[in-house]
């Protein structure tokens, strides 16, 4: 069984920036990030494979946003750069086998952390 720890949300003004980092415990694969803001559904942001070597992106943070991982702490990272309004949400860590899987219906969540961008 797989647990997600999500932290490093918080409130920051419109072009701050802000990294978000998901500890897990148990063998991972593939990770990723969605966010949900209020009244919208769930939405994809970016995934990452185990080896770090490829990538996926939501057309909504390319260039503003890095996800990377660091498997010797079992972790994944968002860097979030020129934040706007619109990124308020809660941001989930996610994991599961394969890019596809992870980018639409993972099976294993974090319980969320909070990104609030004043304008």
């Known amino acids: 069984q797989v647990q997600l720890v999500e932290s490093g949300g918080g409130l920051v003004q419109a072009g701050g920036s802000l990294r978000l980092s998901c500890a897990a415990s148990?063998?991972?694969?593939?990770m990723g990030w969605f966010r949900q803001a209020p009244g919208k559904e769930r939405e994809f942001v970016a995934a990452?494979?185990?080896?770090?070597?490829?990538?996926n992106y939501a057309d909504s943070v390319k260039g503003r946003f890095t996800i990377s991982r660091d498997n010797a702490k079992n972790t994944v990272y968002l860097q979030m750069n020129s934040l706007k309004p619109e990124d308020t949400a809660v941001y989930y860590c996610?994991?599961?086998?394969?890019?596809?899987?992870?980018?639409?219906?993972?099976?294993?969540w974090g319980q969320g952390t909070q990104v609030t961008v004043s304008s």
């Open positions: 996610t994991t599961d086998r394969s890019f596809a899987v992870v980018a639409s219906t993972p099976r294993y």
């Open positions: 148990g063998r991972t694969f593939t």
């Open positions: 990452i494979s185990w080896s770090g070597g490829s990538t």
